[in-house]
C-alpha cells in the first residue's frame, strides 16, 4: 500500500515578474521592519520581502508585511474629497480647493462662533512624522485649537505620562539588542508573537543563543506565556500590587543596587515605606500570584547581572496605567537596570509612528519634546515659525478620551479626523455614534471612504496610502527609518502633507509660517529643532539619504557624528532629564477603581490583538489573507464555564455589559482561566459595544481589557446572518 499522494504536483511559487525592488518601511506595526516592494515593468507593486541589510527584521516580515503591497489596489479606498450638508446623505464629488475652502469656513464659523477650541483635530500614529510636524503647525499654528491630539492616546499615553514621571523625558530608554545581553525578562501585559512578531523573532534567536529566564505576567495564557519559564496569571489590573511587592522583597533582602539608587534617583525613602504595605502574603490575596512565586521572580530578577522589562497593553490601558509604567521604572530603577545593555525599562509601542507623533506632533505639546507649560519652549517654536507667542495655549488641551465626552456637552461643535476610526477603536460605541451626530461638521481623512467613521462626517478627505507618499517612522527602540514613496497616490487622492500645507493657506497665520515643499524639507527643519547637547531627541545627524543607506538610524544622533549608528541606548551616564538630573522613584498606591465582575456580570472581559490583523480592520480586512486566516469575531472562553451554560465549540453568542452587547463565535480553550474571556479588538459592532474604558488619570488611557460582562445564548441562525453580513467588509 501506497501512503501520500501518487500524482505528485510540487507547489509552485508563482513567479511575480518583479523588475525592481524599491525601499521602504512598514506601514502597520512600530517594530519598523525594513521593507522592499517589487514593481512589474508597468510600475504596478506586485510583491513585498524583508530587506535582509536591515538590522531591525533581517530579511523577515510577518503576515501583514508580507502582503502590505496589496494595499495600494484595495477595496473601499478614496479618489476624490467628497462631500454633504448632513451625515447619512449622499455624497457629492468634489474638487480640493472647494472641500478646503468649505472646511476651512466651517472651522471659522464655529471658532468665531463658540470660540477657538470648540473645534477639535484628533490624528493617529499611522502618518508620516513629517506630516505630524505639519499638522502640528497648522493645528497649534494656524487653527490655533488647543483641544488637539493623537489615538496614541488609545495605546501608548501611559508609556509617555510614567516615562515623563520617572525620567523627566518621553522615550523608550533601551533597545532590541539588550535581548542579546539581559540574564532575565519580564514581560507585563506584551503577547509579542501576535503583536509584534518579529521583535518576538528577536527575542526568540537571542534566546536560542543564550539561554535566560523568560517570565511573562498576563492574566491569560497568551503565546508568549507559552513560550515563557514562568507564567504568572495575574489577576486583572493588579499590577502595581505585583511590581510594589517584587521590590519588597527586593529591598528586604538587601538585594538592590544601593549605588545605582544613591547616585542616580530621588525618593527611595518614600518607595521604601510604601511598599512595606506590600508583603507576598498580602499582595498574593489581591493579584492572585502565589507568595513563593513573587520571592522567586524578586530574587531572580535583582540578582541577574541584567535584567529588562517590556510591556504593551496590558500594562497602558488600565486605570492606573501611568502608575505602571512608572512602578516598572521603580523597579529597575531600584536594580540599576536602566541604560546598560540587558537592562532597561522598554514600552514596545504599537503603531508604525506611535513615536513620531510623541515625538513631533505638537499633540500634547510642542514639537522636540518640548512643553506649552515652559515659556521658554513656547518663545523658541513661535520664533522659529514666525508667530506671535501668545499665540500658543500655556498648557496643554484636551485629550482624545475627554474630546468626545466635550462633544456630548457641546462644548466642542467640530471636529477633523485624520488615519483614526473612533467609531471601531473607541470604547462604548453607542455613546461615540450619539457623539458624532451631535457635530455641526466632522471632516475625515483617511485612504479609506468606507471607513465606519466617515458614516457621520460632512467632508471626507481622501489620504494616500503609506508608500504611495515619503517620510519617516520612529519605531520603538527610537530607530527612524524611511518610507520611499514606491507608487502614486490613488486617483485624486493626496498625501497628508500636501493636504496640511494647502490647508494652512486658508488662515492668516498660514501666511507667515513656512511648510516646505518637499518632507526632505520639513526634516530639514526638524533637525534644527532637535540640536543640542542635552536634548536626548537630536536627529541633527541624520537625513532621509543617510537613514535609507544605514535602513534605519536611532536617535539620539547628533550633527558631526561618525558613521551611521545613533546611540543604542538612553541614560547611560545616569543622567535624566529631570531638573535634578536623577530619576524620580515614586511610590505607587494601588487603587482599585475598575469594573469587576459580580454576580450578575460574573466574567472579567480582557481584548487583545491577533496577528493577521491591525487595529480596526481598515487596511487588514482588505487583505485577502489576513482576512482568510482571521475572518470573524470570536471569543475564547474556558470549557468549563462554557459547560456549565451549555455554549458549545464554534456556536454563537450574546454577550453583555452595562454599556451594550454584541454577537460572537465561541472558541473554546484554556488559553483563559474560567471567570474570563477574551475577544480580539478589531472587529467593528463587537468589543467596544460592551468595552466600558475607564480612563487612567494621568494619561487619559482607557481600561480596555477590563470590564464584567454576562454571556447568553442567542438564535444561531440569525447570528449566523449577522456574522456573514459583517464578513463582507
Ligand atoms: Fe510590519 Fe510589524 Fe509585521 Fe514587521 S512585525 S512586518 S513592522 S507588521
Given at each position: 500500500m501506497l501512503f501520500g499522494r501518487t500524482d505528485r504536483k510540487p507547489i509552485k511559487i508563482l513567479d511575480k515578474q518583479v523588475a525592481e525592488w524599491k525601499y521602504t518601511t512598514c506601514g502597520y506595526c512600530s517594530t519598523g521592519c525594513s521593507i522592499q516592494v517589487g514593481l512589474d515593468t508597468e510600475g504596478k507593486a506586485v510583491a513585498t520581502r524583508g530587506n535582509a541589510a536591515a538590522d531591525v527584521n533581517r530579511g523577515k516580515l510577518c503576515i501583514k508585511g508580507i502582503f502590505e503591497h496589496e494595499l495600494f489596489d484595495a477595496a473601499g479606498r478614496g479618489d476624490a474629497p467628497l462631500m454633504r450638508d448632513k451625515a447619512y446623505e449622499a455624497f457629492q464629488k468634489t474638487d480640493w480647493d472647494t472641500a478646503f475652502d468649505k472646511t476651512a469656513s466651517e472651522i471659522k464659523r464655529i471658532q468665531e462662533t463658540y470660540g477657538k477650541d470648540s473645534f477639535a483635530i484628533v490624528s493617529t500614529g499611522q502618518l508620516l512624522t513629517e506630516e505630524f510636524y505639519s499638522l502640528g503647525k497648522l493645528a497649534r499654528g494656524c487653527i490655533g485649537t488647543n483641544n488637539y491630539d493623537g489615538n496614541t492616546t488609545l495605546c501608548m499615553a501611559s508609556a509617555v505620562s510614567g516615562y515623563k514621571r520617572s525620567f523627566g523625558s518621553d522615550g523608550p530608554p533601551g533597545c532590541y539588542e539588550d535581548f542579546e545581553h539581559t540574564e532575565c525578562l519580564i514581560a507585563f501585559g506584551s503577547n509579542l508573537p501576535e503583536q509584534h512578531p518579529i521583535i518576538y523573532w528577536r527575542l526568540k534567536e537571542a534566546l536560542e543563543k543564550r539561554k535566560f529566564p523568560l517570565i511573562v505576567v498576563d492574566p491569560r495564557v497568551t503565546m508568549l506565556a507559552q513560550f515563557a519559564d514562568m507564567h504568572l496569571p495575574i489577576t486583572p489590573g493588579t499590577d502595581v500590587v505585583l511590581i510594589n511587592s517584587l521590590m519588597y522583597v527586593i529591598l528586604d533582602e538587601g538585594l538592590e543596587d544601593r549605588a545605582y539608587i544613591d547616585a542616580h534617583t530621588n525618593g527611595i525613602e518614600e518607595v521604601e515605606a510604601l511598599v512595606k504595605d506590600y508583603n507576598p502574603i498580602a499582595a498574593s490575596k489581591i493579584c492572585g500570584i502565589d507568595e513563593d512565586t513573587i520571592r522567586t521572580v524578586a530574587r531572580l530578577y535583582a540578582k541577574a547581572g541584567a535584567a529588562m522589562s517590556i510591556w504593551t497593553m496590558g500594562i497602558n490601558q488600565s486605570t492606573h496605567g501611568s502608575d505602571g509604567v512608572v512602578d516598572i521604572n521603580n523597579l529597575n530603577l531600584i536594580t540599576g537596570n536602566i541604560g546598560k545593555p540587558g537592562g532597561t525599562s522598554l514600552s514596545i509601542t504599537g503603531q508604525c509612528n506611535a513615536m513620531g507623533t510623541r515625538e513631533w506632533s505638537s499633540c500634547s505639546g510642542l514639537p522636540g519634546y518640548r512643553y506649552l507649560e515652559n515659556e521658554a519652549d513656547r518663545q523658541e517654536i513661535a520664533d522659529f515659525w514666525g508667530i506671535d507667542k501668545e499665540f500658543f495655549p500655556e498648557k496643554r488641551g484636551l485629550a482624545q478620551t475627554d474630546i468626545f465626552p466635550a462633544i456630548e456637552t457641546g462644548q466642542i461643535k467640530g471636529l477633523w479626523l485624520v488615519a483614526t476610526n473612533p467609531m471601531t477603536s473607541m470604547p462604548n460605541t453607542s455613546r461615540i455614534r450619539k457623539t458624532l451626530e451631535k457635530l455641526e461638521f466632522l471632516v475625515v481623512q483617511d485612504s479609506y471612504q468606507d471607513v465606519e467613521t466617515n458614516q457621520y462626517s460632512h467632508m471626507y478627505f481622501p489620504a494616500a496610502v503609506w508608500a504611495e507618499k515619503e517620510g519617516c517612522f520612529t519605531n520603538t527602540e527610537r530607530r527612524v527609518n524611511i518610507v520611499r514613496q514606491v507608487v502614486q497616490p490613488k486617483g485624486d487622492s493626496k498625501p497628508d502633507f500636501w493636504i496640511f500645507k494647502e490647508m494652512a493657506k486658508r488662515f492668516p497665520n498660514g501666511e507667515k509660517i513656512h511648510f516646505p515643499d518637499t518632507p526632505a524639507g520639513a526634516f530639514e527643519e526638524m533637525k534644527q529643532l532637535s540640536k543640542g547637547d542635552s536634548r536626548t531627541l537630536d536627529i541633527s545627524g541624520m537625513s532621509h539619504d543617510k537613514i535609507e543607506q544605514a535602513a534605519g538610524i536611532q536617535w539620539p544622533f547628533r550633527e558631526g557624528a561618525e558613521g551611521l549608528k545613533g546611540d543604542q541606548r538612553l541614560y547611560t551616564d545616569g543622567h535624566f532629564q529631570t531638573k535634578s538630573g536623577k530619576a524620580n522613584l515614586i511610590p505607587i498606591v494601588f487603587r482599585d477603581n475598575n469594573e469587576c465582575p459580580d454576580e450578575q456580570y460574573p466574567f472579567w472581559m480582557n481584548s487583545g490583538r491577533v496577528v493577521e490583523h491591525f487595529h480596526t480592520r481598515t487596511r487588514t480586512g482588505k487583505i485577502g489573507n489576513c482576512n482568510k486566516f482571521s475572518p470573524t469575531p470570536y471569543m475564547e472562553m474556558n470549557p468549563d464555564a462554557a459547560r456549565d451554560l451549555g455554549v458549545e465549540h464554534q456556536s454563537y453568542v450574546r454577550i453583555a455589559s452595562r454599556r451594550g452587547d454584541a454577537v460572537v463565535m465561541v472558541q473554546l480553550t484554556h488559553r483563559v482561566p474560567r471567570n474570563m474571556v477574551f475577544i480580539p479588538f478589531?472587529?467593528?459592532?463587537?468589543v467596544n459595544r460592551v468595552s466600558l474604558g475607564l480612563l487612567d488619570p494621568h494619561s487619559r488611557q482607557p481600561a480596555f481589557k477590563q470590564c464584567a460582562v454576562r454571556i447568553e445564548p442567542v438564535d444561531q441562525a440569525l447570528a449566523a446572518q449577522l456574522n456573514a453580513e459583517r464578513r463582507t467588509f
Open positions: 478589531h472587529f467593528h459592532d463587537c
